[in-house]
């Protein structure tokens, strides 16, 4: 939730790369956006509502200047409005503040900010806000620039991410505790960003921010801090593997519609290059005593496929519980427990509790990520990469079949049969690739033509298909608004039956299982009270109107039902007119609980 940007180097129009930086960005939060430049005459700040990737750089050629600071934001202190919107400043906005994360302790901090300056003295209704007038106060008692930082830095409750920025001082200052941040290094340029993708065009060596760090940066040197003791720590260069290419659209309208397609290659892949860490983990899972999948969104889901996965190939018992609701399981959670974290960003707050709590009771952490360097990977013994690449559009596609891969080898590798896994998801991945055509999407599209005007959606499933129609279900209502809901086929007649009006769209997932014939029972249901049937299944049935026929994959069929899912919701989405990337409300890193 909301992308820092911030450079330092011998660029005198540093405020573009801080534009082209957040536009990078955007994923992380999109309601309003602001930049900073250092410039002779102190500051050129410009704050707006909006998506900054509607603006134009030439805007902002004229403020030159070697530092500057961009923000792009997703409210949640104050509403959305350009005062609300980052960078901050104190009373003679000689400091500038961008910040991720929450202050817990805002209300607080605000009193003692009015007791010194008054209660003018504020111009928005962030939590932010606080930030650059406490400093100011430190520095009006007389300490430095850095001093005062790192003062104010110990007040905050909460997690943040930030940068400051002093008219009079040739440094710049970025500290980490709990929200993401990350320090690209180039030839005499130093970029912070809140995720990599913000500065890969210039550099993909980096130093990972630890929580409790502080950095200062000038033109020619970066020291790194503890922030309580003010220790200097030594910080290891690492490289990012990933290339700038695979984070763009590609030619693509959308990064949504490009990541679907980037699923043709995908599965092999994650196939390939997990193998020996999916052996390692395997290890550690066959000794635990219990074990959890915690996980949001997408990822949760995939974390209850993971679930009827190990249950159906391993025989092993997992529960998969979504980690906002961790407290659930907390009292089973012992030294013989292992909770292995699904997410794809590696920086969902929620899921981060709950690695703290089963911390506590001594659990083991383990994790399926795709971010590299991700606070859910530096929290983890282990961790398991799932290798999709940079995934920027806010609804999870390719991620979710590359940690669908990942636990699929996962129950193999459990009972000694990885080969076997790798082998059968291999097969998969390249039917799928000779099955995600252009034909296909047009197919889907014309289907989706029929549909688009209706409010209300239905998709039933059962087994493995159960979580993946709650999948398809969030697909659809996150990019297209529909009001769409997923359940098991046998829930049907418990309820949701009452709903179906003549013409209400039910897609239905079948796979050529042993429950097929359940599901096609409930799809004939659906269908007697007037229900308009897309079925999504390796052969069609008499019973569906419409039929996006997959390839038939056995036990990895659910992706290729997922996958044609993921491009229904696509097509809703854009046939109604919508911006599949950046729906409303959401962001795709959700850093707060
Ligand atoms: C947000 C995103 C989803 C994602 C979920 C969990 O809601 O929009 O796409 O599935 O967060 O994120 P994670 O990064 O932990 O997988």
Not at 355 to 362: I, L, R
Request: aromatic share 8%; net charge negative; hydrophobic share 40%.
């Amino acid at each position: 939730m909301c992308g820092i940007f911030a450079y330092v180097g011998n660029d005198n129009q540093s405020v573009l790369k801080a534009v082209r930086g957040l536009k990078d960005l955007e994923y992380r939060g999109y309601d309003s956006w602001g930049v900073a430049v250092k410039t002779p005459q102190g500051f050129f700040i410009r704050k707006e509502t909006g998506k900054i990737s509607n603006i134009p750089e030439t805007d902002f050629e004229k403020h030159e200047g070697t530092m500057s600071i961009g923000h792009t934001r997703w409210a949640t202190h104050g509403g959305v409005s350009a005062y609300n919107a980052h960078p901050h400043f104190n009373r003679d906005k000689s400091l500038v503040v961008v910040h991720n994360g929450i202050i817990e302790n805002h209300d607080a901090l605000r009193e003692e900010i009015a007791a010194v300056f008054g209660n003018d003295v504020f111009r928005s209704e962030t939590d932010t806000e606080v930030i650059p007038l406490l400093i100011d106060i430190c520095m009006e008692r007389g300490l430095s620039f850095e001093n005062a930082f790192t003062e104010v830095c110990k007040k905050l409750h909460g997690r943040f991410a930030f940068v400051a920025l002093h008219k009079d001082e040739p440094y710049m200052l970025a500290a980490r505790d709990g929200s993401p941040l990350v320090m690209g290094l180039a030839e005499g340029e130093y970029f912070i960003a809140s995720d990599t993708p913000a500065f890969l065009d210039y550099t993909n060596e980096v130093y990972f921010f630890d929580n409790g760090e502080y950095a200062k940066i000038s033109k020619d040197a970066v020291t790194f801090f503890n922030l309580l003791s003010g220790n200097h720590v030594e910080k290891k260069k690492e490289k990012i593997l990933w290339e700038k290419e695979s984070a763009s659209k590609g030619g693509h309208p959308h990064f949504m519609l490009k990541e679907i397609l980037d699923q043709r290659e995908l599965i092999e892949n994650t196939v390939r290059l997990g193998g020996p860490a999916v052996s390692k983990a395997a290890q550690t899972l066959e000794k635990a005593d219990n074990i959890f999948f915690t996980a949001m969104g997408t990822a949760a889901h995939m974390g209850m496929v993971g679930e009827y996965l190990f249950s159906r190939i391993a025989k092993k018992s997992v529960q998969a519980v979504y980690a906002a609701e961790f407290d659930k399981v907390l009292p089973f959670i012992n030294k013989q427990s292992l909770v292995c974290g699904i997410s794809q960003s590696g920086e969902t707050a929620d899921l981060l509790e709950a690695f703290k709590t089963t911390k506590k009771k001594g659990g083991k952490i383990m994790s399926v990520i795709n971010v590299r360097g991700s606070s859910a990977e530096r929290e983890s013994f282990l961790s398991v990469p799932v290798n999709a690449g940079p995934e920027r559009a806010v609804a999870s596609t390719k991620a979710a079949t590359a940690q669908f891969t990942i636990l699929t080898l996962l129950a193999y590798a459990l009972i000694g049969k990885r080969m076997q896994g790798e082998k059968k998801l291999t097969n998969a991945s390249h039917a799928i690739k000779k099955w995600l055509t252009q034909e296909l999407l047009i197919h889907i599209s014309h289907i989706v033509e029929t549909i688009k005007h209706n409010e209300d959606l239905y998709v039933i499933g059962k087994s493995v298909n159960y979580p993946i129609a709650l999948e398809a279900a969030l697909k659809i209502k996150e990019v297209s608004y529909i009001h769409a809901e997923g359940f098991a086929a046998g829930e049907l007649k418990h309820g949701t039956l009452a709903l179906i009006e003549k013409g209400t769209p039910c897609v239905v997932l079948v796979s050529n299982d042993e429950y097929k014939q359940d599901v096609l029972n409930a799809a004939q249901e659906l269908k007697a009270r007037g229900a308009t049937i897309i079925g999504i299944s390796p052969e069609a049935h008499p019973v569906f109107d419409h039929t996006i026929v997959t390839p038939d994959l056995e036990n990895e069929t659910p992706m290729a039902l997922m996958i044609s899912s993921q491009i229904l919701a696509y097509y809703l989405a854009t046939l109604r007119g919508l911006d599949p990337d950046k729906p409303r409300n959401l962001a795709k890193s959700v850093t707060v609980k």
